[in-house]
């Protein structure tokens, strides 16, 4: 007897197609809860992670070992195995749960996590060697496929090279599987350290492999800064420029000092330890044009190289410095120094920050960190201008209502009388909408913040509060690179800082007592892109007794320098005659011809003079001034090295000069540079000669080098010291070689030429100069004697004082 044929219905067939998909569903979360990470602690039993990064990876296990992925973790040193081992076991059994999870909970889970670890000595090649075998043997056995591995360096910088030579030759992942390094700072100690040693870690890892970590981005409230931006777009995009924003600042403070750590800290001071990267990453989120998918990696490390690009460089007069006073004294003791000794590294910095861009040109940003402070806390505020005027008393003033009352938004870091990470929002400002992951926040009764009671604010605060570490871990397992430093910003950072710390660098710092004893010693001001202090101190120049002199006590000297008029002052000082001597000059020219033409160099010396002309001398004609260069390297106009490029950053953007009364010389054309059949000296000898009467500037900037050279006219060389030439192409024996020139006998037609001479640099060739005579083919400086005009030179006293 035939079975009749078995008749399926519609709806049996979904139904086993369902079945279908939910056991391919299965099978395919059982191949990934297969998928194993291997975490290996490098630097297991130092003080970051018995203090941080095991409690990181803990609450790492805890996200993330329930969503399809397995771990092991290898805490690894130089330690002896045994001793190793013990001290582990010793942080390990210090490791706490979330508060919400129940005490049997935490305990297996803990257990669990401890059966996972294990501690091994990583000393030599066989070591590393020895790691790859076991770990590929546990993926073997357990039959587990390998996601990815993660080294954390948690080592001296100086271990780097060594251990990554070891992973890159021996515990590298198999195909398809990843490998991430973690890097702890420092990175370097100035720009050419740190590009050494980029360069080394390239030579074994990519880009893409490597996450160093500034900790601060893991910060609640510094990880909210771009999403809270993203979310209030709309309130945020109106308000968020030069045109609302007073001033930006960003803030740590510390009660404790270098006690323990003076080692470290003599080495790197508060510049290199806080602002090059902790304070600077914040301005960077701050300040930078915001993408338009804040998630994207890419994206957003393209946008904060962009605030690099931006930055104003920084001159000495852009900070001020101090140190507590016990510092010298624990170095001596810490670090076996003689009893004279007396250190010049800073433990209090405040930087004056500006960014020239269109969103920020004008908006100071102050960048401020010290030890044994008055108080321990960390911020980043934004002050808006108020140009507000209210009718009614204070007393009717609403916080959510009166615009006279203050108007600011923070990003609490920590600490503090807040004593947590927040966002505060001025009620006059907006409400501000944040993630579900964050809280309305009541205070304690009573407490003011930056002038305000709290509830002149809308105060947000984490629901959960996390460490640095533990979000930076869980970005470094998901592979989020945003929250790390890339090799472009961090050589970029260093790029900026650089200059600075050199400049500083046999500064003596302001002292101070420490604590709430500091009073008003360590408060600022800032003008005219310079930062001092408020309070003058005296500064012992000379040991030796009775009171010390101050810098105001020497006055600006007028004297004699190869039979010509000599100013000297501290530089400072002398920057601010020499801006004064040329808006006199300008007034009068023009009050007498219409016009003034000056002719100023390139180079580093008058970088502070242009940024002063900018910003303090509102009654400069620069409508009816031409600006002429008096030489060019002959590279394109855009490029850094570009003398023009110098004069358009710190002078021609903040001043209003008819476009048309702006000269650069044609160093570039016909897509060639300094070509001599493209006749670019003179075509500008002829625009010269048509413009400025006689050929006669009316004034003429010149520097000093070290060789004696003036314009781009160099020792050895005869090229433009005598003849009929205007303008000439010299060689320069540095680079780039090839330079444009105004010539001596042109120079020397000026009405006026001052020379400016600045630094210790400038000491040597000042005395050697002030014996010679007429000797322009040996020193070019020399042959600077103007026809019927006059010379004077303006020497700071550390290029005088020879």
Same mark, same amino acid.
Request: glycine share 6%; aromatic share 10%; proline share 6%.
């Given at each position: 007897?035939?079975? #009749?044929?078995?008749?399926?219905?519609?709806?049996?067939?979904?139904?086993?197609?369902?079945? @279908?998909?939910?056991?391919?569903?299965?099978?395919l979360?059982?191949?990934?809860?297969q998928?194993?990470?291997?975490i290996?602690? %490098?630097?297991?039993? /130092?003080?970051?992670?018995?203090?941080?990064?095991w409690?990181?990876l803990?609450?790492?296990?805890l996200?993330?070992?329930?969503?399809?992925?397995?771990?092991s973790?290898?805490?690894?040193?130089?330690?002896?195995?045994k001793?190793?081992?013990e001290? @582990?076991?010793?942080?390990?059994e210090?490791?706490s749960?979330?508060?919400?999870?129940?005490?049997s909970?935490?305990?297996e889970?803990?257990?669990?996590?401890?059966?996972?670890?294990?501690? $091994?000595?990583l000393?030599t090649?066989?070591?590393?060697?020895?790691?790859n075998?076991?770990?590929?043997?546990q993926?073997?056995?357990?039959?587990?496929?390998?996601?990815?591995?993660i080294?954390?360096?948690?080592?001296?910088?100086?271990?780097?090279?060594?251990?990554?030579?070891?992973?890159?030759?021996s515990?590298?992942?198999g195909?398809?599987?990843?490998?991430?390094v973690?890097?702890e700072?420092?990175?370097?100690?100035?720009?050419?350290?740190?590009?050494?040693?980029?360069?080394?870690?390239?030579?074994?890892?990519?880009e893409?492999? @490597?996450y160093?970590?500034?900790?601060?981005?893991?910060?609640?409230?510094?990880?909210?800064?771009l999403?809270f931006?993203?979310?209030?777009?709309?309130?945020?995009?109106?308000?968020?420029? $030069?045109?609302?924003v007073?001033?930006?600042?960003?803030?740590?403070?510390e009660?404790?000092?270098?006690e323990?750590?003076?080692s470290?800290?003599?080495?790197?001071?508060?510049i290199?330890?806080?602002?090059?990267?902790?304070?600077? #990453?914040?301005?960077?989120?701050?300040?930078?044009?915001?993408?338009? *998918?804040?998630?994207?990696? #890419?994206?957003?490390?393209?946008?904060?190289?962009?605030?690099?690009?931006?930055?104003?460089?920084l001159?000495?007069?852009?900070a001020?410095?101090?140190q507590?006073?016990?510092?010298?004294?624990?170095? $001596?003791?810490e670090?076996?120094?003689?009893?004279?000794f007396?250190?010049?590294?800073?433990?209090?910095?405040?930087?004056?920050?500006?960014?020239?861009?269109?969103?920020?040109? /004008?908006?100071?940003f102050?960048?401020?960190?010290g030890k044994a402070?008055?108080?321990?806390?960390g911020?980043?505020r934004?002050l808006?201008?108020?140009?507000?005027?209210?009718?009614?008393?204070?007393?009717?003033?609403?916080?959510?209502?009166s615009?006279?009352?203050p108007?600011?938004?923070?990003?609490?870091?920590g600490?503090?009388?807040?004593?947590?990470?927040?966002?505060?929002?001025?009620? *006059?400002?907006?409400?501000?909408?944040?993630?579900?992951?964050?809280?309305?926040?009541?205070?304690p009764?009573?407490?003011?913040?930056?002038?305000?009671?709290?509830?002149?604010?809308?105060?947000? &605060?984490?629901?959960?509060?996390?460490?640095?570490?533990s979000?930076?871990?869980?970005?470094?397992f998901h592979?989020r690179?945003?929250?790390f430093?890339?090799?472009?910003?961090?050589?970029?950072?260093?790029?900026?800082?650089?200059?600075?710390?050199?400049?500083?660098?046999?500064?003596a710092?302001?002292?101070?007592?420490?604590?709430?004893?500091?009073?008003?010693?360590?408060?600022?001001e800032?003008?005219?892109?310079?930062?001092?202090?408020?309070?003058?101190q005296? #500064?012992? %120049?000379v040991?030796?007794? /009775?009171?010390?002199?101050?810098?105001?006590?020497?006055?600006?000297?007028?004297?004699?320098?190869?039979e010509s008029?000599l100013?000297?002052?501290?530089?400072?000082?002398?920057?601010?005659?020499?801006?004064?001597?040329?808006e006199?000059?300008?007034?009068?020219?023009v009050r007498?011809?219409?016009?003034?033409?000056?002719?100023?160099?390139?180079?580093?010396?008058?970088?502070?003079l242009?940024?002063?002309?900018?910003t303090?001398?509102y009654?400069?004609?620069?409508a009816?001034?031409? %600006?002429?260069?008096?030489d060019?390297?002959?590279?394109?106009? &855009?490029?850094?090295?570009?003398?023009?490029?110098?004069?358009q950053?710190?002078?021609?953007?903040h001043v209003?000069v008819?476009?048309?009364?702006?000269?650069?010389?044609?160093?570039?054309?016909?897509?060639?540079?300094?070509?001599?059949?493209?006749?670019?000296?003179q075509?500008?000898?002829?625009?010269?000669?048509?413009?400025?009467?006689?050929s006669?500037?009316?004034?003429?900037?010149?520097?000093m080098?070290?060789d004696g050279?003036?314009?781009s006219?160099f020792?050895?060389?005869?090229? /433009?010291?005598?003849?009929?030439?205007?303008?000439?192409?010299?060689?320069?024996?540095?680079?780039?070689?090839?330079?444009?020139? %105004?010539?001596?006998?042109?120079? *020397?037609?000026a009405?006026?030429?001052?020379?400016?001479?600045?630094?210790?640099?400038k000491?040597?060739i000042?005395?050697?100069?002030?014996?010679?005579?007429?000797?322009p083919?040996?020193?070019?400086i020399?042959?600077?004697l103007?026809?019927?005009?006059?010379l004077?030179?303006?020497?700071?006293?550390?290029?005088?004082?020879?």
């Amino acid at each position: 007897m035939l079975a #009749e044929p078995f008749n399926w219905h519609p709806g049996m067939w979904k139904m086993l197609v369902v079945v @279908m998909c939910v056991a391919l569903l299965g099978c395919l979360q059982a191949q990934e809860l297969q998928e194993h990470v291997s975490i290996i602690l %490098l630097g297991a039993t /130092g003080d970051l992670a018995k203090k941080y990064l095991w409690q990181g990876l803990f609450q790492l296990y805890l996200d993330e070992a329930g969503r399809g992925h397995s771990f092991s973790f290898h805490g690894a040193a130089l330690t002896a195995p045994k001793q190793g081992q013990e001290l @582990m076991a010793k942080t390990l059994e210090s490791l706490s749960c979330p508060k919400d999870m129940a005490p049997s909970h935490c305990a297996e889970e803990k257990d669990q996590f401890l059966q996972l670890s294990r501690y $091994r000595q990583l000393k030599t090649a066989e070591d590393y060697q020895a790691l790859n075998k076991d770990i590929e043997a546990q993926l073997q056995h357990a039959g587990l496929r390998e996601a990815g591995r993660i080294f954390y360096f948690s080592v001296p910088p100086f271990a780097y090279a060594d251990i990554a030579r070891n992973i890159n030759s021996s515990c590298r992942p198999g195909p398809g599987a990843w490998l991430r390094v973690v890097l702890e700072k420092p990175f370097g100690h100035d720009h050419f350290s740190a590009q050494q040693l980029a360069t080394e870690l390239g030579s074994f890892f990519q880009e893409e492999e @490597m996450y160093r970590v500034d900790h601060y981005l893991g910060k609640q409230a510094v990880a909210q800064i771009l999403p809270f931006r993203d979310q209030n777009r709309k309130a945020l995009d109106g308000l968020w420029n $030069r045109h609302h924003v007073e001033r930006v600042e960003i803030i740590m403070k510390e009660t404790v000092d270098a006690e323990g750590r003076t080692s470290f800290y003599e080495e790197y001071g508060v510049i290199r330890d806080v602002l090059q990267n902790h304070l600077t #990453e914040v301005l960077t989120l701050v300040a930078m044009e915001l993408p338009l *998918n804040v998630s994207s990696a #890419e994206a957003v490390l393209r946008h904060k190289l962009q605030v690099f690009q931006a930055l104003r460089g920084l001159q000495r007069g852009s900070a001020v410095v101090g140190q507590y006073q016990s510092y010298s004294e624990q170095v $001596r003791r810490e670090l076996q120094k003689p009893d004279s000794f007396h250190s010049l590294t800073p433990t209090f910095a405040a930087v004056l920050v500006h960014i020239d861009n269109l969103r920020w040109e /004008g908006v100071p940003f102050i960048l401020m960190s010290g030890k044994a402070l008055d108080e321990r806390v960390g911020y980043a505020r934004i002050l808006f201008k108020n140009q507000a005027c209210c009718v009614q008393s204070e007393k009717h003033w609403a916080a959510a209502q009166s615009q006279c009352l203050p108007r600011q938004l923070i990003f609490h870091i920590g600490h503090g009388d807040l004593g947590s990470p927040a966002v505060l929002v001025s009620r *006059n400002l907006f409400r501000p909408s944040l993630p579900s992951s964050w809280k309305e926040m009541e205070g304690p009764p009573g407490l003011r913040l930056f002038g305000s009671p709290l509830s002149d604010y809308y105060a947000y &605060s984490p629901v959960q509060e996390r460490d640095a570490h533990s979000v930076l871990l869980s970005h470094i397992f998901h592979g989020r690179k945003d929250s790390f430093i890339t090799t472009e910003n961090l050589l970029a950072s260093w790029g900026f800082w650089t200059p600075l710390l050199e400049s500083l660098a046999h500064k003596a710092p302001r002292l101070y007592p420490g604590g709430a004893e500091n009073g008003r010693l360590l408060d600022f001001e800032f003008s005219s892109g310079r930062l001092f202090f408020s309070q003058q101190q005296p #500064e012992q %120049l000379v040991p030796g007794p /009775g009171p010390a002199p101050m810098p105001s006590d020497f006055q600006v000297l007028r004297a004699k320098y190869r039979e010509s008029p000599l100013i000297s002052a501290w530089s400072e000082e002398l920057i601010s005659k020499l801006a004064n001597d040329i808006e006199a000059t300008a007034v009068r020219a023009v009050r007498r011809f219409g016009q003034f033409h000056l002719a100023l160099s390139g180079g580093s010396s008058p970088v502070a003079l242009f940024q002063q002309l900018a910003t303090a001398h509102y009654g400069f004609p620069w409508a009816h001034t031409h %600006l002429w260069l008096v030489d060019e390297r002959c590279v394109p106009l &855009s490029d850094p090295e570009s003398n023009f490029q110098g004069l358009q950053a710190h002078l021609l953007q903040h001043v209003r000069v008819p476009y048309y009364n702006i000269h650069p010389m044609p160093v570039h054309l016909q897509q060639r540079l300094c070509a001599e059949e493209d006749q670019g000296a003179q075509i500008y000898a002829r625009e010269i000669s048509a413009l400025v009467a006689n050929s006669s500037f009316d004034l003429v900037l010149l520097g000093m080098g070290a060789d004696g050279h003036t314009a781009s006219l160099f020792p050895q060389s005869p090229t /433009g010291l005598d003849g009929e030439q205007l303008v000439v192409l010299t060689t320069s024996p540095s680079q780039p070689h090839r330079r444009m020139s %105004l010539s001596l006998p042109l120079i *020397n037609r000026a009405k006026k030429v001052a020379v400016l001479v600045m630094g210790r640099m400038k000491r040597e060739i000042t005395a050697l100069v002030s014996r010679v005579g007429y000797e322009p083919k040996k020193w070019p400086i020399s042959g600077v004697l103007p026809h019927s005009g006059q010379l004077v030179w303006y020497m700071d006293y550390d290029a005088f004082l020879a």
